[in-house]
């Protein structure tokens, strides 16, 4: 399902995916992702470049914060409109 979308979208959607099925969305504890750039551009199909520039442009808007090998949804909004953008 995520081929169909840009980038961001997949990347986003990825996230939020992870998210609800590993963790309890009434909690507002962090539970951060354990995953590497490269692990996330080989589930979502982009290259590891793309990756980080993208985590990077979603950190500084506030939708997440990264750690080594940590990644914290923030605002679970704000990746979910990434995340319904198409080309």
């Known amino acids: 399902y995520l081929m169909n979308d840009n980038a961001e979208a997949r990347i986003a959607k990825f996230l939020l995916d992870l998210a609800a099925r590993y963790h309890d969305p009434n909690s507002n504890a962090?539970?951060?992702?354990d995953l590497t750039h490269?692990?996330?551009?080989?589930i979502s199909g982009v290259q590891r470049q793309t990756v980080t520039r993208i985590l990077g442009k979603f950190s500084k808007r506030?939708?997440?914060t990264m750690r080594y090998r940590n990644i914290s949804i923030r605002d679970h909004e704000l990746l979910a409109?990434?995340?319904a953008r198409h080309p």
């Open 81 to 83: 409109r990434y995340a």
């Open 62 to 64: 506030g939708a997440l």
């Open 30 to 33: 962090e539970h951060p992702l």
């Open 38 to 42: 490269q692990e996330i551009a080989n």
